[in-house]
């Protein structure tokens, strides 16, 4: 299998290198135009296609190990080449921000915004949650067995890292009639830096390896959705969709690797010479046809070693004439000698101009340096005064600290803070605020308790009253007390209309309101009384012990602790905390981009002066060089007397030459038999297998191409704004 993908490849570049021809013979044919005719057509493409807006966006994807995002940051370059005074932009960024300048901004809706440019380039910065268009995902496996990249750290083994890509930004077009889905086609390079004290014997699939003696650079490629593209059988030639590391690890540990995803190959790649498949097959007749004439000139060739055989003599005389031309190189080597020492003399003065330049080299760098060490020292004062307690900034570690201050003063990062140390102070309350809800859940408990209570005690005294009425009223209308009226009732001698007049002589005295006073008094003569309240406070312990209270309790306490927390996050206090924090991090993003700035030129002067060096020094090998040409050009002229000698020896073998001749017309001929096995077997082959399969291959690569022009940025841009847009995967460092 791995013979067959390996030929379909080379038949596969093979058509490319056939398509790129088309396209070559096709410019060739166009340079012919007139210089004044291709300046107009120049000038009418720009003045119609160019509004002078364009944007260049930058995606950072901070990822964890495993690939999974973790935040997105996009910095875009709007390109105002034509110096507008205000500049239209729509984006989907939040917390936008201008990092290279004081240009403002407002909004005209629909996320527009209008730069007040002034003619100037805008650099901004901002936040999105959108999903990408290319899901990065990476898994670790242990002697074969898949393992997460915490569980990794410090072990040892064969370990293959594998990053996964999966494509997800397509358009639905028409191919031959057909509705196809076309990604956009991203090439995904991946880097890692391999430590040669943790990795060995390092292999990549879809990648290639490079060691500097400490570490292996690994640098993989793939281009997810690409094969769907074009529509290839995997069986025929597979597109790569992932690359995958392995090596033998000792207690494992990873720096942080990065992935770049771009549109821009694609969007190089010119399919407008593509127009026709006639014209690639005639390109792979004209091959054909090449072949026929290389197997003709084997032939010739034969044939011309055979007649040069037969021609010996003729030979014979030309060494003789050679004779003669090896007199005249002896000569002309002798001239050259003479050349060389004027030679050795304008190198000396080279190099010696050079060392008095690279004399300089250290006063420059270090006044450099003089000046870095200044504005840090200044830096360090302006933190100070700031209240920022950080190291000291120098010049191999200000970018790292300064960037770790700015991911400090965060406001979102100074929110968390505060609200850690506010829950913290409140929760140091806990108690307290506990016992505060007990208490007030206990006076609750216990009025509720007491109500049942009084209804209770109500009920008995209303009871009592009613019976003392009852007697009063039996009394005075049948003159008999209650049991013997109750015992004749029961006997059948009290009729039911004397029952009735009872009964509701009775309902009306209990109605009455010295009754109520009675029944009132009673009810609270009684619940002032021990056994009452003793009994109150039984049932209050008896609640408050309950689950359903305690949950009470616990559920009422994390109420107030977090209203608490609400309100003191809420005060003018805190509020300032997060204001100061934002204008801090401006602050701090403004004093490491002027840093940056300076560290630029810093490196340049560095690579100046290194350059300098390297030019004395490369002057001082040129000296040398000349002196060893100078000797050199002594020797050549000694050897061309060598050689006048030698060919005059030659011109004495000629017999054997004559032999030599002979087995050269035997070659030739094994040539000619291996050149038409190479066209029966290669060029044939190669010619029957690309016949007639280009047309849709073709449809689909100007497709492919289509949709990646139409890909111009993440964020969003306006519609008449060109654009351009690459996103970089950071991985998390492992260990």
Known sequence: ???????????????????????????????????????????????????????????YVLAGADGSVQKIIVSDWIKNSLGNAAVSDRSELTDVENVKG???YTMNGDNMRVWDAEGNDIYYQGSIEKELPVDLSVTYKLDGKPISADELVGKSGRVTIRFDYQNKQYETVEIDGKQEKIYVPFAMLTGALLSDDVFTNVNVTNGKLINDGSRTVVIGIAFPGLQENLAISKDKLEIPDYVEITADAVDFQLDMTVTL??????????????????????????????????????????????????????????????????????????????????????????SEGLNTLESNNDALNGGARQVFDTLLATANTQLAAAGLDVPTLTVENYAQVLNGVIVSLDENAIYEQALNQVTAAVEAQRETIEQQVTAAVEREVTAQVTAVVREKVTAQVTEVVRNTVAEQVIQSVLNMDKASYDAAVAAGQIDK??????????????????????????????????????TIAAKTDEQMQSDAIKQTIAEQTELQIQKIISEQMASDEVQAQLAAAAQGAKSVIALK?????YNTFYLGLQSYTAGVADAAEGAGALKDGTDDLKVGTSQLSAGASELYDGILTLKNGTPALVDGITQLRDGSMQLSDGLKEFNEEGIQKLVNAVDGDFDGLLNRLRATRDVSLSYKSFAGASEDMDGQVKFIYRTDSIG
Not at 17 to 34: H, K, M, Q
Request: glycine content about 6%; proline content about 1%; hydrophobic content about 40%.
């Open 497 to 534: 209309e004397t029952q009735e007049m009872i009964e509701a002589a009775i309902e009306q005295q209990m109605q009455s309101e010295q009754i109520a006073q009675q029944i009132q008094a009673g009810v609270e003569e009684q619940m002032a009384t021990q056994p009452i309240q003793d």
């Open 102 to 104: 004081d240009e403002i």
């Open 261 to 350: 995803a771009t549109n821009q190959l694609f969007n190089e790649f010119d399919t407008d010479n593509l127009d026709s498949v006639s014209e690639l097959s005639t390109s792979m007749d004209e091959l054909t046809s090449a072949m026929d004439q290389l197997l003709d000139g084997s032939s010739q060739l034969y044939e011309g070693i055979a007649t040069l055989l037969e021609r010996s003599d003729e030979l014979v005389e030309g060494i003789n004439q050679l004779a003669v031309g090896a007199e005249s190189l002896k000569n002309g080597a002798n001239s050259l000698d003479s050349g060389a020492a004027e030679l050795q003399t304008g190198a000396t003065q080279l």
């Open 1 to 59: 299998m791995r013979k067959t993908s390996t030929k379909i490849i080379s038949l596969f570049l093979c058509a490319l290198l056939a398509v790129s021809g088309i396209a070559i013979t096709a410019f060739a044919l166009s340079s012919d135009e007139n210089e004044a005719e291709k300046q107009e057509k120049a000038e009418t493409v720009s003045a119609a296609d160019d509004t002078g807006v364009s944007k260049d966006e930058t995606v």
């Open 593 to 597: 981009s002027s840093l940056d700035s």
